[in-house]
């Protein structure tokens, strides 16, 4: 059964500060995965999506890369800002299955301080 | 083009009555997914639906829960007889393609979701 685990649960940071946020899946067997990031009482915002060919994706002041091997992925915040507070949140979509079927982890609430 | 439409932002109902959700998928998309996401957990998926049919329903509890497409119209999540642990955001989810059977895949589009609460 697939299990996604994101690290840590909560993070704190003064603004300008670049950080790194952990995402972890037990079967490597996915077509991709998405960073998505979530404002509170708001819907979810795609961020990036990477295929499960390609190794890292890039947009503006972030970063994914993913490892499928190790069953890993990381999303890089460059120069923090206290906007990009949010609840950032991975998921990944399997082989086989329902084509639906995203996996999600509870996701890193991200408070970045002025 | 407007994104995932949803409605009602927020829904109180009493234990026992129905809830109905509505999605409104972006323009061009016939695909739609619903995923609940109960209070300090995970987003849960529930079902996967195309124009009149229902693709994939396993993660819908047994009863109660129904959900539909219709040919024209929004799709909707209908809940009967609401308990106390149905209280949750539902969010619904539009592609405009399933994944290919070379893997690749645009994404899902998600809407600002629903917030149910039982009383």
């Known amino acids: 059964k697939q299990e996604v685990t994101q690290i840590p649960a909560a993070l704190s940071v003064p603004e300008g500060e670049n950080l790194v946020l952990n995402c972890s899946f037990t079967d490597s067997a996915i077509y991709n995965l998405q960073w998505f990031r979530q404002d509170p009482g708001k819907g979810l915002t795609s961020l990036l999506l990477?295929?499960?060919?390609?190794r890292e994706q890039t947009s503006g002041r972030l970063n994914a890369s993913l490892d499928k091997s190790s069953g890993r992925s990381t999303l890089y915040i460059a120069a923090s800002q206290p906007g990009d507070s949010a609840t950032y949140l991975c998921a990944v979509r399997l082989y086989g299955g329902s084509q639906g079927n995203l996996i999600f982890g509870k996701g890193t609430k991200l408070s970045v301080k002025p | 083009n407007a994104g995932v439409m949803q409605n009602p932002r927020h829904l109180v109902r009493r234990r026992g009555q129905e809830a109905r959700l509505r999605c409104s998928p972006m323009?061009?998309?016939?695909?739609v997914y619903w995923y609940r996401q109960l209070p300090e957990e995970g987003l849960k998926f529930m079902v996967y639906?195309?124009?009149?049919?229902?693709?994939?329903e396993s993660g819908m509890p047994k009863e109660r829960f129904s959900a539909e497409f219709p040919k024209e119209g929004p799709s909707i999540l209908r809940i009967q007889q609401v308990v106390r642990g149905d209280s949750a955001a539902y969010f619904c989810?539009?592609?405009?393609?399933?994944?290919?059977?070379?893997?690749?895949?645009?994404?899902?589009?998600f809407g600002s979701g629903t917030r149910l609460t039982v009383v």
């Open positions: 989810a539009s592609s405009l393609t399933p994944v290919s059977s070379s893997g690749a895949d645009y994404g899902y589009t």
């Open positions: 323009k061009g998309h016939s695909h």
């Open positions: 990477i295929q499960s060919s390609q």
């Open positions: 639906l195309q124009k009149e049919n229902i693709i994939d």
